[in-house]
T-cell receptor, first 112, second 117 residues
Framework: KNQVEQSPQSLIILEGKNCTLQCNYTVSPFSNLRWYKQDTGRGPVSLTIMTFSENTKSNGRYTATLDADTKQSSLHITASQLSDSASYICVVLKNQGGKLIFGQGTELSVKP | SAVISQKPSRDICQRGTSLTIQCQVDSQVTMMFWYRQQPGQSLTLIATANQGSEATYESGFVIDKFPISRPNLTFSTLTVSNMSPEDSSIYLC??????????????FGPGTRLTVT
Protein backbone atom coordinates (compact mmCIF):
# COMPACT_ATOMS: atom_id res chain seq x y z
CA LYS A 1 0.00 0.00 0.00
CA ASN A 2 1.27 3.47 -0.86
CA GLN A 3 1.80 5.29 2.39
CA VAL A 4 3.66 8.25 3.84
CA GLU A 5 4.29 8.20 7.58
CA GLN A 6 5.60 11.18 9.53
CA SER A 7 7.05 11.50 12.98
CA PRO A 8 6.72 12.94 15.46
CA GLN A 9 3.04 13.80 15.27
CA SER A 10 3.72 17.01 17.18
CA LEU A 11 6.75 18.80 18.53
CA ILE A 12 7.36 21.76 20.83
CA ILE A 13 10.73 23.51 20.76
CA LEU A 14 12.18 26.76 22.07
CA GLU A 15 12.91 29.62 19.74
CA GLY A 16 16.44 29.44 18.36
CA LYS A 17 16.72 25.67 18.68
CA ASN A 18 17.08 23.22 15.81
CA CYS A 19 14.75 20.34 15.06
CA THR A 20 14.41 17.44 12.62
CA LEU A 21 11.18 16.00 11.28
CA GLN A 22 11.03 12.51 9.81
CA CYS A 23 9.18 11.00 6.86
CA ASN A 24 9.10 7.35 5.81
CA TYR A 25 7.33 6.27 2.64
CA THR A 26 6.38 3.09 0.84
CA VAL A 27 5.12 4.78 -2.33
CA SER A 28 6.25 3.02 -5.47
CA PRO A 29 7.14 3.87 -8.14
CA PHE A 30 8.52 7.11 -6.77
CA SER A 31 8.82 10.35 -8.72
CA ASN A 32 9.69 13.00 -6.16
CA LEU A 33 9.28 13.93 -2.50
CA ARG A 34 8.08 17.30 -1.30
CA TRP A 35 7.94 19.08 2.01
CA TYR A 36 5.19 21.62 2.56
CA LYS A 37 4.59 24.12 5.35
CA GLN A 38 0.98 24.79 6.26
CA ASP A 39 0.25 27.71 8.54
CA THR A 40 -3.00 27.58 10.48
CA GLY A 41 -5.88 28.62 8.26
CA ARG A 42 -3.76 28.66 5.11
CA GLY A 43 -3.01 26.33 2.24
CA PRO A 44 0.25 24.34 2.10
CA VAL A 45 3.30 26.12 0.69
CA SER A 46 6.16 24.20 -0.90
CA LEU A 47 9.53 24.20 0.88
CA THR A 48 11.51 21.68 -1.18
CA ILE A 49 11.09 19.13 -3.95
CA MET A 50 13.60 16.30 -4.33
CA THR A 51 13.91 13.74 -7.05
CA PHE A 52 15.33 10.24 -6.78
CA SER A 53 18.90 11.38 -7.43
CA GLU A 54 18.97 14.25 -4.92
CA ASN A 55 20.21 13.64 -1.38
CA THR A 56 19.98 17.13 0.09
CA LYS A 57 18.20 20.34 -0.75
CA SER A 58 18.11 23.57 1.22
CA ASN A 59 15.71 26.47 1.31
CA GLY A 60 17.00 29.06 3.75
CA ARG A 61 16.89 27.57 7.24
CA TYR A 62 15.14 24.46 5.94
CA THR A 63 17.24 21.50 4.78
CA ALA A 64 15.64 18.35 3.44
CA THR A 65 17.43 15.04 2.99
CA LEU A 66 16.38 12.00 1.02
CA ASP A 67 17.58 8.41 1.16
CA ALA A 68 15.80 6.68 -1.70
CA ASP A 69 17.28 3.31 -0.73
CA THR A 70 15.73 3.30 2.73
CA LYS A 71 12.77 5.44 1.60
CA GLN A 72 13.34 8.00 4.30
CA SER A 73 13.41 11.78 4.29
CA SER A 74 14.00 14.38 6.94
CA LEU A 75 13.41 18.10 7.23
CA HIS A 76 15.87 19.96 9.42
CA ILE A 77 14.99 23.43 10.67
CA THR A 78 17.87 25.53 11.91
CA ALA A 79 17.63 28.34 14.45
CA SER A 80 13.87 28.10 14.71
CA GLN A 81 11.70 31.19 14.77
CA LEU A 82 8.22 31.75 16.14
CA SER A 83 6.97 31.96 12.55
CA ASP A 84 8.08 28.37 11.98
CA SER A 85 5.09 27.24 14.05
CA ALA A 86 3.01 25.32 11.52
CA SER A 87 2.18 21.87 10.21
CA TYR A 88 4.89 20.32 8.04
CA ILE A 89 3.63 17.84 5.49
CA CYS A 90 5.68 15.27 3.61
CA VAL A 91 4.22 14.45 0.19
CA VAL A 92 5.35 11.84 -2.32
CA LEU A 93 4.47 12.02 -5.99
CA LYS A 94 3.77 8.60 -7.39
CA ASN A 95 5.29 8.03 -10.80
CA GLN A 96 2.34 6.17 -12.27
CA GLY A 97 -0.79 8.26 -12.45
CA GLY A 98 0.88 11.32 -10.98
CA LYS A 99 -0.92 11.01 -7.64
CA LEU A 100 0.27 12.94 -4.60
CA ILE A 101 0.37 10.84 -1.44
CA PHE A 102 0.19 13.02 1.69
CA GLY A 103 1.59 12.31 5.11
CA GLN A 104 -0.38 13.20 8.22
CA GLY A 105 1.91 16.11 9.01
CA THR A 106 4.00 17.11 12.01
CA GLU A 107 2.58 19.96 14.09
CA LEU A 108 5.51 22.15 15.16
CA SER A 109 5.14 24.74 17.87
CA VAL A 110 8.00 27.15 18.53
CA LYS A 111 7.83 28.82 21.93
CA PRO A 112 9.62 31.99 23.01
CA SER B 1 4.27 30.21 -9.91
CA ALA B 2 0.52 30.48 -9.47
CA VAL B 3 -1.54 32.61 -7.13
CA ILE B 4 -4.86 31.08 -6.11
CA SER B 5 -7.77 32.73 -4.37
CA GLN B 6 -10.84 31.07 -2.92
CA LYS B 7 -14.24 32.34 -1.90
CA PRO B 8 -15.62 32.19 0.69
CA SER B 9 -12.73 31.90 3.13
CA ARG B 10 -15.07 30.39 5.70
CA ASP B 11 -18.75 29.70 6.20
CA ILE B 12 -21.11 28.19 8.72
CA CYS B 13 -23.98 26.33 7.09
CA GLN B 14 -27.01 24.39 8.22
CA ARG B 15 -27.32 20.71 7.45
CA GLY B 16 -29.22 19.90 4.30
CA THR B 17 -28.10 23.05 2.48
CA SER B 18 -25.45 23.40 -0.23
CA LEU B 19 -22.39 25.65 -0.53
CA THR B 20 -20.48 26.54 -3.68
CA ILE B 21 -16.79 27.34 -3.31
CA GLN B 22 -15.04 29.36 -5.98
CA CYS B 23 -11.40 29.04 -7.01
CA GLN B 24 -9.63 31.61 -9.17
CA VAL B 25 -6.08 31.25 -10.53
CA ASP B 26 -3.96 34.10 -11.88
CA SER B 27 -2.79 32.07 -14.88
CA GLN B 28 -4.23 29.51 -17.27
CA VAL B 29 -3.82 25.94 -16.06
CA THR B 30 -4.90 22.65 -17.55
CA MET B 31 -5.81 20.79 -14.39
CA MET B 32 -7.29 22.03 -11.14
CA PHE B 33 -7.61 19.86 -8.07
CA TRP B 34 -10.00 19.92 -5.15
CA TYR B 35 -8.89 18.59 -1.78
CA ARG B 36 -10.58 18.11 1.57
CA GLN B 37 -8.75 18.41 4.87
CA GLN B 38 -10.78 17.16 7.81
CA PRO B 39 -9.86 18.34 11.31
CA GLY B 40 -6.49 16.98 12.34
CA GLN B 41 -6.09 15.08 9.10
CA SER B 42 -3.98 15.51 6.01
CA LEU B 43 -5.25 16.36 2.57
CA THR B 44 -7.48 14.01 0.59
CA LEU B 45 -8.02 14.49 -3.12
CA ILE B 46 -11.70 14.83 -4.02
CA ALA B 47 -11.47 15.27 -7.78
CA THR B 48 -9.46 16.57 -10.70
CA ALA B 49 -11.12 19.15 -12.95
CA ASN B 50 -10.06 19.61 -16.55
CA GLN B 51 -11.50 22.40 -18.63
CA GLY B 52 -14.03 21.13 -21.15
CA SER B 53 -14.55 17.70 -19.67
CA GLU B 54 -16.19 16.01 -16.72
CA ALA B 55 -14.26 16.03 -13.46
CA THR B 56 -12.58 12.81 -12.38
CA TYR B 57 -13.57 11.78 -8.86
CA GLU B 58 -11.51 9.77 -6.41
CA SER B 59 -12.82 6.70 -4.65
CA GLY B 60 -15.35 7.68 -2.01
CA PHE B 61 -16.41 10.92 -3.69
CA VAL B 62 -19.31 11.24 -6.12
CA ILE B 63 -20.52 13.92 -8.48
CA ASP B 64 -23.97 14.17 -6.89
CA LYS B 65 -22.40 15.15 -3.58
CA PHE B 66 -19.53 17.27 -4.93
CA PRO B 67 -20.47 18.68 -8.35
CA ILE B 68 -17.63 20.59 -9.98
CA SER B 69 -17.63 23.16 -12.75
CA ARG B 70 -14.63 24.20 -14.85
CA PRO B 71 -15.88 26.82 -17.30
CA ASN B 72 -12.44 28.12 -18.31
CA LEU B 73 -8.72 27.71 -17.69
CA THR B 74 -8.56 30.02 -14.66
CA PHE B 75 -11.69 29.20 -12.69
CA SER B 76 -13.47 26.31 -11.01
CA THR B 77 -16.21 25.76 -8.47
CA LEU B 78 -16.87 22.93 -6.03
CA THR B 79 -20.33 22.52 -4.53
CA VAL B 80 -20.83 20.61 -1.31
CA SER B 81 -24.42 19.38 -1.56
CA ASN B 82 -26.93 18.35 1.08
CA MET B 83 -24.40 19.02 3.80
CA SER B 84 -24.09 17.12 7.05
CA PRO B 85 -21.78 17.82 10.03
CA GLU B 86 -19.37 15.23 8.62
CA ASP B 87 -18.71 17.63 5.74
CA SER B 88 -17.13 20.12 8.14
CA SER B 89 -13.63 20.48 6.70
CA ILE B 90 -11.24 22.77 4.96
CA TYR B 91 -11.66 22.59 1.19
CA LEU B 92 -8.61 23.50 -0.86
CA CYS B 93 -8.16 24.25 -4.52
CA UNK B 94 -4.84 23.40 -6.12
CA UNK B 95 -3.10 23.64 -9.49
CA UNK B 96 0.04 22.36 -11.16
CA UNK B 97 2.30 25.00 -12.58
CA UNK B 98 5.56 24.65 -14.42
CA UNK B 99 8.58 25.88 -12.51
CA UNK B 100 11.72 27.50 -13.89
CA UNK B 101 13.67 24.23 -13.75
CA UNK B 102 11.19 22.53 -16.09
CA UNK B 103 9.54 20.62 -13.31
CA UNK B 104 6.03 21.02 -11.97
CA UNK B 105 5.08 22.47 -8.63
CA UNK B 106 1.70 22.19 -6.97
CA UNK B 107 0.22 25.35 -5.55
CA PHE B 108 -2.63 25.52 -3.08
CA GLY B 109 -5.26 28.10 -2.39
CA PRO B 110 -5.82 29.43 1.14
CA GLY B 111 -8.71 27.06 1.69
CA THR B 112 -12.38 27.43 2.61
CA ARG B 113 -13.19 26.47 6.19
CA LEU B 114 -16.67 24.97 6.27
CA THR B 115 -18.60 24.26 9.45
CA VAL B 116 -21.92 22.45 9.18
CA THR B 117 -24.29 22.70 12.12
Amino acid sequence: KNQVEQSPQSLIILEGKNCTLQCNYTVSPFSNLRWYKQDTGRGPVSLTIMTFSENTKSNGRYTATLDADTKQSSLHITASQLSDSASYICVVLKNQGGKLIFGQGTELSVKP
Amino acid sequence: SAVISQKPSRDICQRGTSLTIQCQVDSQVTMMFWYRQQPGQSLTLIATANQGSEATYESGFVIDKFPISRPNLTFSTLTVSNMSPEDSSIYLCSVDSQTTNAGYEQYFGPGTRLTVT
